[in-house]
């Protein structure tokens, strides 16, 4: 849920920068425009817990302090424009007094981020005194703090046992879109038929198969020393399963009959029946002679014992003597 709020946090300071970009002034009023667009007052909609609203003011907070400082919501700084910055500190204010527990969630801020908050809002009011959207800033932030909206903390967020969520975790909405369509972009790549063998591709596999021989040796070199103690070290055939794959998949790129060993024949039978046991119980193997006994029986049925149809009606032969009395 918090990363849902981010997205729509993260659209709604996108749209709000690019509509301060063409009226040259990030105003309140704008904001507030904006956010009607994007339906954010029924952002408490829906919610069927205090838990949850906690979660929602949290994160969408958390999305505004980051922005306002100039950085993402994982802590690394961006280029965040004059606009941006504006606007999530409307967000802040906007969200504080939206949120129908007010009582029971504040404006965590370290002293980081209390130091960049002010020192921007500081610098705002020296390079841009005269202008709206600067003293709509300036008395935001000061009712902020009038009506002791922020909360001193060592961190930005509760880490302990108490935390939600891990809001430096979150991504923003166009990183994650373009990274899903990078990693689209990169499996179609992918999914192309090359025209370069898949013989040549997996040229490897010779190598692999050739840096197994001196590991089986060394297995094998182990489980001979260590077979007086076989009860307490189990002998290993990993490295000789590795090498009976490898050469399984050479073989078929190769076009060949498998080529494995009786071993792992044995152990891939064993497998099997064991599978077996555990699905069906145990089954009992018929012997030759019922096998035997049961060959002639096979061999004597009447096909024509099957449900009567109008294809096998006529297709068996009448007996002579129904055949006499149907003659005469």
Not at 208 to 221: D, G, I, R
Not at 288 to 301: D, I, K, L, N
């Amino acid at each position: 849920m918090e990363q849902n709020v981010y997205d729509d946090c993260w659209q709604l300071l996108q749209r709000f920068g690019r509509a301060a970009e063409i009226s040259k002034e990030a105003k309140f009023e704008l904001f507030c425009q904006t956010w009607h667009e994007l339906q954010m007052q029924h952002i408490y909609s829906a919610q069927t817990n205090h838990i949850e609203v906690i979660e929602t003011t949290m994160a969408a907070l958390h999305v505004a302090k980051r922005v306002a400082c100039g950085r993402r919501t994982n802590g690394e700084p961006f280029q965040a424009t004059r606009a941006q910055r504006i606007g999530a500190i409307y967000l802040l204010y906007a969200i504080y007094n939206k949120q129908p527990t007010k009582c029971f969630v504040k404006i965590e801020v370290s002293p980081r981020t209390w130091q960049s908050l002010t020192g921007y809002v500081e610098q705002l009011r020296l390079n841009s005194a005269e202008q709206r959207d600067t003293q709509q800033v300036s008395y935001i932030f000061w009712q902020l703090v009038q009506d002791n909206a922020f909360r001193f903390t060592a961190l930005d967020y509760c880490q302990a046992l108490d935390a939600l969520a891990a809001y430096d975790s979150l991504e923003s909405f166009a990183e994650a879109k373009q990274q899903k369509s990078s990693t689209t972009a990169l499996l179609q790549q992918r999914r192309k038929p090359s025209g370069c063998n898949l013989g040549e591709e997996l040229h490897g596999l010779a190598e692999l198969v050739a840096n197994c021989k001196p590991l089986c040796q060394l297995e094998a070199a182990y489980n001979k020393q260590m077979e007086p103690h076989r009860s307490s070290f189990p002998a290993t055939n990993i490295f000789t399963q590795l090498q009976s794959v490898f050469y399984e998949i050479n073989d078929l790129l190769a076009d060949k009959e498998p080529t494995t060993s009786s071993g792992t024949l044995d152990q891939m039978e064993l497998r099997k029946r064991a599978r077996q046991k555990a699905m069906f119980g145990e089954v009992k193997e018929k012997l030759p002679t019922e096998e035997v006994a049961e060959q002639p029986m096979s061999e004597t049925r009447d096909p024509h014992e099957r449900r009567m149809s109008s294809a096998t009606v006529f297709g068996r032969k009448l007996p002579d003597d129904v055949i006499r009395d149907l003659e005469s």
